[in-house]
């Protein structure tokens, strides 16, 4: 399975993005999807995750803000970034569970300046 992530840029504060990652298998049937995020100098974390019941969870400093949505048909999940702040500047990644199979996406960066 290969997950490509994209539409991360340059932005300023206050600003938005949509990031996208379109999946070469159908995500029907997946169990999880997420997006993680790794700032300069700092270890990967876990944003956003949803469910193939498409139950969500969040980090607590993006609640509110982002918000993670996955388009069955076109096999592609995404984050709606609202708000951003400088805090947010990272690559992001996304990620994808099927059953016992786990994979990643490339990531894509997202700078927000103030």
């Known amino acids: 399975v290969q997950l490509q992530a994209f539409g991360g840029g340059s932005v300023q504060a206050g600003g938005s993005l949509r990031l996208s990652c379109a999946a070469s298998?159908?995500?029907?049937?997946?169990?999880?999807m997420a997006w993680s995020r790794q700032a300069p100098g700092k270890q990967i974390e876990l944003v956003a995750t949803i469910s193939g019941s498409d139950s969500t969870s969040y980090v607590t400093s993006v609640k509110g803000r982002f918000t993670i949505s996955t388009d069955r048909a076109k096999n592609t999940l995404y984050l709606h970034m609202n708000s951003l702040k400088p805090e947010d500047t990272g690559v992001y990644y996304c990620y994808a569970k099927y059953g016992s199979e786990r994979y990643w996406g490339q990531g894509t960066l997202v700078t927000v300046s103030s």
């Open positions: 298998r159908n995500i029907s049937n997946v169990n999880t």
